[in-house]
């Protein structure tokens, strides 16, 4: 019988976010009779928020990642893991500059974001290491794991990695959602949505400056919290939107607000590759987004499952046409993910590649 490879994934903290969703979902759906997965988590156990009763996890109960330097070295040098798996810049940064130490174990770093452009819009949200240890970090790897062609070419084109060094695998459908059976109740005003971070690239901005441009009833619900919760409030007052605005911090129950609601509006000045723009055509409901780098054409297939606007008068030019000429089916929206994210196909894409960083030849 063929030896299970030994894989640790590891992150900051397992709170609400993109790639702990993903990395944690990922661990604990490969095939045990092949791989032996443990996440191991620089930050605390009370902060998790996912599912990991079914895995292996470790707490290094540390506040911050550079704290766990220490912890995070004397842990490979005693497990010795045929695999590493990192996520987020900074934790791939630090877990890079080990790998030389460790070199029967292959080094990946998942990479969250399109690093480049996400520096320009949000400086909060820069990695704490400079641009040049993360360029000499990410030549240490083994392997890059991107998750959209826009953050494959920044890697290649602004980062000097080699694109024979980074593999292309998007995100994989991580709920069980049910597809709602109507697309719209024309009956009722309708109903918008967005779910994410209340953070500057996040775009809310340039959604509520469209919104604002609209003369049709409408309403407008916004998941999600962050350091622009302030402002962005500031300016649905100002724009004269308050009544027409439901907010909600935090929900375990997503699937009901995509469910009720007509149209996703995404306003994201740049992207990882957005989970929640899946789950959202998952239930049926399709997506007006702004052009922005970070894998939206890879998810919207326009007039199919959504519309991608190029400038703020586009958008707004469809959501005008969109109040009286809905022809999405909730059917359709959802088929097109599911064909392209199921659980089945991304997770044989991960262990295809783990399977090949320990088979192949030196």
């Known amino acids: 019988m063929e030896k299970k490879i030994n894989i640790t994934f590891v992150l900051p903290s397992l709170i609400p976010g993109g790639a702990e969703r993903i990395l944690s979902f990922v661990a604990l759906h490969l095939d ?37 330097f220490f912890s995070l070295f004397h842990y490979f040098r005693k ?36 690093l480049s ?4 819009h949000n400086p909060y949200t820069k990695s704490i290491f400079p641009k040049w240890m993360v360029t000499t970090g990410y030549k240490l790897v083994d392997k890059i794991i991107c998750q959209s062609k826009d953050m494959q070419n920044d890697m290649t084109t602004n980062y000097g990695v080699k694109k024979e060094k980074t593999t292309l695998i998007n995100n994989p459908i991580t709920n069980t959602f049910q597809t709602k059976p109507i697309a719209r109740d024309f009956t009722k005003p309708i109903h918008f949505i967005t779910i994410g971070r209340l953070s500057k690239e996040k775009g809310h901005d340039r959604i509520l400056e469209a919104l604002s441009q609209v003369d049709f009833p409408f309403k407008y619900t916004i998941i999600g919290n962050g350091v622009e ?3 962005i409030f500031n300016n649905i007052e100002n724009k004269g939107l308050t009544s027409k605005v439901n907010y909600v911090p935090f929900t375990k129950h997503v699937e009901t607000y995509l469910a009720e609601s007509d149209l996703f509006l995404q306003g994201s000045y740049v992207e990882g590759f957005p989970n929640v723009l899946i789950e959202s055509c998952v239930v049926g409901t399709p997506i007006l987004a702004f052009n922005a780098p ?7 297939e326009n007039g199919k499952n959504g519309y991608i606007a190029n400038t703020l008068d586009a958008y707004i030019e469809k959501l005008n046409a969109l109040n009286t000429d809905f022809t999405f089916t909730p059917e359709t929206v959802s088929d097109i993910v599911k064909f ?8 044989t894409e991960y262990e295809l590649l783990f399977k090949s960083l320990i088979h192949k030849k030196p």
Not at 89 to 98: K, S
Not at 117 to 120: D, E, F, Q
Not at 294 to 300: A, S, Y
């Open 32 to 68: 045990r009779s092949k791989f032996n997965a443990t996440l191991l988590v620089v930050g605390y156990e009370k902060d998790t928020v996912y599912d990991t009763k079914d895995l292996h996890v470790i707490y290094l109960n540390k506040p911050r990642v550079l704290k766990s």
């Open 79 to 114: 497990n010795k893991p045929d695999i590493v798996v990192s996520s987020i810049v900074h934790l791939n940064t630090l877990i890079a500059f080990m790998s030389p130490f460790f070199r029967r174990t292959k080094f990946v770093s998942r990479e969250a974001n399109v």
């Open 117 to 120: 452009v996400l520096a320009k």
């Open 229 to 231: 919760k302030e402002t």
């Open 294 to 300: 970070g894998g939206l054409d890879e998810i919207i």
């Open 340 to 347: 392209r994210f199921n659980k089945s196909k991304i997770i």
